[in-house]
């Protein structure tokens, strides 16, 4: 491509990122407020921001002006009870009663009994220890300085496992329960306006399979854990939205927000209190969904839908609307949890495994990341652009575009995590498997990476690499601060193709010949908050 076809491009796309502020009253009151932020500072970096080649070596590299630290990592003491589990992924910083202080909620996707439980004989034992260490963590944060410590002290720190009784936010019992044993495999997530964490639990089947609800019998993948020996847990209890109270440690799994491969639950407020709930079902040609309550501050009251993207129509999944469904399913706790069949047969566009879903706070259009379709020769993904219909996050009409395109030509493959810093720039994480990172496809990309899409200065418009992650390694969760200074990010699944402990991929974060650990990072630098005009 030549390079006047490169800048009529860039420019293009410039304009298509859109510089102007949306008016408040179609942004809930959360995303307005940062909306008045972006405006007064998305568009005044002067100078050009450098950023990183690919790499493969085994470091957590990153943009000069930016240094990181291990905040926590797998086994490290989070009270006197309680360790710090493994994999973690998705990270949700709720702010304390001071600037000082504050709770970070860290997810647990899931375990390598390599790491985790090797050397113990297959028991009930060593299914517990795997059934501890994920789920995920609530940790006190203070203040030292600069930088951002755990404090070990506090009564908050706390643990919720594969253990932890919840109940379901639902007036009908599910498999003849109205609790669960633990949350598991959770992924992405999202905060609530009233301040509790969203939790999601993603490849569920890995635990105790799925059902075929034709023949009744359950499936078990080749990789599933063993834990059913010694628990009978029904599939139909995971694969939920689980809400957590980062003050309290009570949870309640959210059944009207239906039963998939969640990957994140992202939460907007309406001025009258009502919410918005946008997910994406992590798996190739599955779905996007929203949830609109009917009352104010509601999870369980109101109307789950999919999206028809062709039609750019919100497509309803109550049983009383839909006559398909009532053909099909005996009531609407059938349908929520048998929400893939019933996605399909009312119109739900099959999607290239949709990840992690933010709302732009300049521009208000919700963003879903796609990650790709290997099957369908979909290598490198896309970001998905949906304008809701005259910006009405209730609205059940959309139009549908892409918005940015992954490959060679923009630098990065397989789009993940998402957020927005306090200038409005798009932050992400790749998410090339362990098995495919640096062959094929892919080779040009070698390790995962953390990126952000500028808006502001010489940049604008480009996608620039911030960081390099670990051999193996996928970095996941990317959550600022409330002063956007400090970003938390976790290095999940370091040495994670490893074939043994004697032969390992990766030595992160210790290096030598220590054995590899999931942690999650403080970063700050002068390059953070130049990028945001801070």
């Keep these: 491509m030549s390079t006047e076809n490169k800048q009529f491009q860039r420019r293009s796309f410039i304009q298509f990122l859109g510089k102007g502020v949306v008016a408040t009253s179609l942004l809930p009151p959360f995303i307005s407020a940062c909306n008045k932020e972006a405006s007064r500072r998305a568009f005044n970096l002067e100078s050009a921001i450098k950023g990183i080649l690919p790499s493969d070596s085994d470091k957590l590299l990153l943009s000069e002006g930016l ?56 028991s009930k034992e060593r299914a517990d220890k795997e059934m501890y260490n994920i789920g995920g963590s609530i940790l006190k944060l203070k203040k030292s300085g600069a930088q951002w410590k755990h404090d070990p002290s506090s009564s908050l720190n706390k643990r919720i496992t594969a253990h932890t009784m919840i109940p379901f936010n639902w007036p009908e019992k599910i498999k003849g329960k109205s609790k669960a044993m633990g949350t598991l495999q959770n992924c992405a997530g999202g905060v609530t306006p009233w301040g509790t964490v969203l939790t999601c639990e993603e490849n569920y089947h890995s635990c105790y399979g799925e059902r075929d609800f034709e023949t009744g019998e359950i499936i078990k993948p080749s990789s599933m854990y063993d834990w059913g020996e010694y628990y009978d847990n029904p599939p139909e209890h995971y694969g939920w939205v689980v809400e957590v109270d980062p003050q309290t440690g009570e949870c309640q799994k959210h059944v009207a927000l239906g039963r998939c491969a969640h990957e994140c639950a992202t939460c907007v407020e309406l001025s009258d ?59 609407q706790t059938e349908v929520l949890i048998r929400l893939r069949e019933a996605a399909k047969l009312v119109g739900g566009t099959p999607l290239a495994r949709p990840e992690d879903i933010e709302i732009d706070p300049v521009t208000g259009h919700v963003l879903i990341a796609l990650t790709n379709d290997v099957t369908k020769k979909n290598y490198y993904g896309e970001i998905l652009k949906i304008e809701e219909s005259e910006g009405k996050y209730d609205s059940l009409s959309f139009r549908a575009d892409t918005f940015l395109s992954g490959g060679e030509e923009n630098g990065f493959a397989c789009p993940d995590n998402l957020a927005f810093d306090n200038g409005g720039n798009l932050w992400f994480t790749s998410d090339i498997s362990g098995g495919a990172m640096n062959k094929g496809p892919y080779v040009s990309f070698k390790n995962n990476g953390l990126f952000v899409l500028l808006r502001s200065g010489e940049n604008a418009g480009e996608v620039v690499q911030i960081a390099s992650a670990p051999v193996d390694a996928e970095l996941t969760g990317p959550f600022f601060t409330p002063d956007g200074k400090t970003l938390f990010l976790s290095v999940q699944h370091p040495g994670g193709q490893s074939n043994s402990l004697n032969e390992l991929t990766s030595h992160w974060p210790d290096g030598g010949d220590s054995l590899p650990s999931p942690s999650v990072v403080t970063i700050q630098g002068p390059l953070l908050n130049a990028i945001q005009g801070i």
């Excluded at 291990?70 to 990270?91: A, M």
């Excluded at 000082?100 to 050397?119: A, Q, T």
């Excluded at 049983?319 to 469904?325: A, F, N, P, R």
């Design 67 to 122: 240094d990181y630290k291990v905040l926590l990592r797998f086994g490290d003491k989070i009270s006197k009870r309680d360790t710090f589990g493994f994999n973690c992924d998705y990270t949700a910083f709720i702010p304390g009663k001071t600037s000082e202080d504050g709770v970070l909620w860290v997810n647990h996707e899931y375990v390598d009994p390599m790491f985790v439980s090797n050397g113990m004989s297959k």
């Design 273 to 331: 209190k009502r919410v918005v709930v946008y997910s994406g079902d992590d798996k190739i040609d599955q779905c996007v969904y929203k949830f609109i309550s009917d009352k104010p501050g509601s999870l369980q009251s109101g109307k789950l839908y999919v999206a028809n993207i062709e039609k750019g129509k919100w497509e309803s999944l109550n049983i009383d609307d839909q006559e398909i469904l009532k053909e099909n399913f005996n009531d």
